[in-house]
């Protein structure tokens, strides 16, 4: 069953690479005067700034910081660039901190050059070694499957069923699991994992957007609620069935959208959110 | 454990579409001086040829001609559109008949304006529509799994577990399963899925090419084998204790490589078959 229509924009996040041409300070401003209440955090949008400043800035515009994006990237054939990427994954735990977000979201990454397999070894032991210093910062880390078309160098995580295996071997409430609809619509046991990510605790972040027919690039074609052939109502419903009452995260990469007049595309997210999530 | 090495051709198939730039007819001379023992003829390559008499000239080549690529599509919202389908895959039949081949596969089909449970089970009554006049004309369906980036227009059955769910659930000796290791090779669950497939005796049709990172096209930017990050070896080695002994078909599409000189082309493929599959 589809889920309740949504009536307000009481939920509605973005992340400010969906309207990647603001600035950070410009997506603020603009998301609190139309009325958008989440607002996750790519961390380029942070470079050259200070975090704990940018944090209050957007708390002082009416903002919940829902998340950081993004850490992970843990596989690689080399040891020393694995070890880079522990640090880097600690660097975004502290700038969360700083930040003044509890959730960071792992895009668990790949290396063509390895076996799935061991990419999915290193991304585990990856999550521990830094698991106690999320913990300690009272940081959640959610792991997030990614569509199989990125398994090349993305993420070896490429099932909810993975990412719920990988969330239940690690056991703790620092783990969860965010779940991006453009990444598990197409998988014929979707509403089964939906259900045991929420039964075990681990439903930690709900991301939007659509699917369009045809998809003209693998990274940056992404289409907004509507537009494509995810049933995003349905999915919200297996969501909230599973206990999840947070933000639904318009999550959209598009060379297109981002052409356009942000203010006008902001609009129809609006729009669209409404009438299509 | 992966595969045995290949030291000869004799397993070799090519696809018609592997060498688009020739015609059947050049394809066949090129293949056959080549040593190349198998061919897969896409339907486009038929084209106002007498079939019959194409047939004869692939086997008087010394080609087997390995299968009849390819029907299905069976979904759409519309009644007429399905039915208009049903007649295209009873036409398919007719061609494999008239060229001589024992094998069609089925990519399966997809439409974005319904939902994929939908889609799903129109492919599975298109089949059962179909299945008499394949078993009076001995020809075996293969159902063909696709990768979960076609799941929006090209097919709904993008898990070899959904391959194999529904090729057990036709029950019969004119149903078989195409593994193509481009669609299945991320899938955590593959290994298992192949002995499954074997064991049920659905294991019908091999297809091999690579993953390139970066993937340029959702279409037309397949690797030849060894220029991407399949472990295609690994995967042969699965499908062979699975009791496959069938032939290795070589299924490329990139425009890249179609802009280079085939002869050339050709020889590289040789090469790569015996390297790295």
Redesign the interface.
């Known amino acids: 069953m589809d889920a309740k229509p949504l009536n307000d924009l009481s939920q509605l996040c973005i992340h400010t690479i969906t309207t990647k041409p603001w600035s950070i300070e410009e997506a603020a401003k603009n998301f609190s005067t139309e009325g958008v209440k989440g607002i996750t955090v790519w961390r380029d949008a942070l470079a050259n700034r200070n975090i704990k400043q940018t944090g209050q800035l957007l708390r002082d515009n009416g903002l919940n910081i829902v998340s950081l994006c993004r850490s992970g990237f843990f596989p690689n054939k080399e040891k020393q660039k694995r070890k880079a990427a522990i640090d880097d994954n600690l660097k975004a735990i502290e700038e969360a901190s700083e930040l003044g977000t509890a959730l960071i979201v792992l895009v668990c990454g790949a290396d063509?050059?390895q076996?799935?397999e061991e990419s999915?070894k290193q991304i585990q032991e990856g999550i521990k070694i830094i698991l106690p210093q999320a913990k300690a910062a009272g940081i959640k880390l959610a792991i997030e499957p990614l569509?199989?078309?990125y398994?090349?160098?993305r993420s070896a995580v490429?099932?909810l069923?993975?990412a719920n295996d990988m969330a239940e071997a690690l056991n703790s409430k620092s783990i969860g699991v965010a779940v991006d609809v453009y990444h598990v619509?197409?998988?014929?046991d979707l509403e089964q994992q939906v259900k045991r990510c929420g039964q075990n605790g681990n439903l930690s972040a709900f991301h939007i957007c659509d699917?369009?027919?045809?998809?003209?690039d693998?990274l940056n074609d992404r289409g907004q609620m509507g537009e494509?052939?995810i049933?995003i109502k349905q999915i919200r419903g297996w969501v909230e069935d599973a206990g999840f009452n947070g933000f639904n995260e318009v999550e959209i990469f598009s060379s297109a959208l981002w052409k356009e007049d942000q203010h006008h595309f902001l609009h129809k997210i609006k729009e669209n959110y409404l009438k299509y999530s």
């Open positions: 063509p050059s076996s799935l999915r569509h199989p078309m398994a090349d160098n490429n099932t069923e993975q619509w197409w998988d014929p699917w369009k027919t045809p998809t003209l693998l494509g052939c049933n």
